[in-house]
């Protein structure tokens, strides 16, 4: 059974950090691509960031380059988004999927809040 779990999320103020982990089992973890996406209240989901099976290729989205980044540990079937210099646009739903092209398992999501 695929399980894909976020932990990590919560309130924090403007300028302030975060780190999302997203623990996956039921497949093999290290042949697939993760990514982290998110969506914002009245707004639709988007690519925050992927990474490659090996962890060698990362890419992200516009708006979170330079701030956020992805990693993962394949011992620990487990990805990671380090969130610094966070902004109010970042409050959203964050969801870790597995794929890199194309999502094809999810988790439920976990909520970050930016609000002084």
């Known amino acids: 059974q695929v399980q894909i779990v976020e932990s990590g999320g919560g309130w924090v103020q403007p300028g302030g950090s975060l780190r999302l982990s997203c623990k996956a089992s039921?497949?093999?973890?290290?042949?697939?691509?993760m990514s982290w996406h998110r969506q914002g209240p009245g707004k639709e989901r988007e690519l925050v960031a992927r990474?490659?099976?090996?962890?060698?290729?990362?890419t992200y989205g516009d708006s979170v380059k330079g701030r956020f980044t992805i990693s993962r540990d394949n011992d620990k079937n487990t990805v990671y988004l380090q969130m610094n210099s966070l902004k109010s646009g970042d409050t959203a739903v964050y969801y870790c999927?597995?794929?890199?092209?194309?999502?094809?398992?999810w988790g439920q999501g976990t909520q970050v809040t930016v609000s002084s």
């Open positions: 999927s597995a794929g890199f092209s194309v999502s094809v398992y």
């Open positions: 990474i490659s099976s090996t962890g060698g290729t990362t």
């Open positions: 039921g497949f093999f973890f290290s042949s697939y691509g």
